[in-house]
């Protein structure tokens, strides 16, 4: 007669490789001839690039429709690439200091 775990099918599973999946070392990057291990508590995030940094903004809604109703037209102009980033850089790009409004 099987037992309850079997019968709820938790016995078709290798406890070890269960183990290693929920602790994380399944997903672990690989030691190889040559490479070392990670420190222990070393990071395990790989490496970000360092040419741009995501970061949050707020903005009204308002100011969020008007963003992507011009996103939406630049893409309906055949750039398709164009997105909140690029348009928000490229807007970065034209501002002159002299002009902004005290009371921004």
């Given amino acids: 007669m099987a037992s309850d775990d079997q019968g709820r099918g938790l016995g078709l599973l ?3 490789e ?5 602790s994380g070392s399944f997903y672990s990057p690989r030691v ?5 291990a990670p420190r222990k508590g070393a990071s395990r995030v790989p490496d970000r690039p360092a040419h ?5 903004i707020s903005l009204y ?3 969020l429709q008007k963003l992507d109703a011009m996103v939406d037209a630049l ?3 055949g750039l398709t690439k164009a997105n909140r980033s ?3 850089r490229h807007a970065l790009s ?5 002009t902004v409004p005290r009371g921004l």
């Fill in 32 to 36: 190889t001839s040559g490479s070392r």
């Fill in 18 to 22: 269960v183990d290693g999946v929920l």
């Fill in 52 to 56: 741009y940094k995501v970061i949050c």
């Fill in 86 to 88: 690029a348009l928000i």
């Fill in 14 to 16: 290798d406890r070890a």
């Fill in 94 to 98: 034209g501002v002159d200091l002299d």
């Fill in 61 to 63: 809604k308002e100011d």
């Fill in 75 to 77: 893409k309906e102009r």
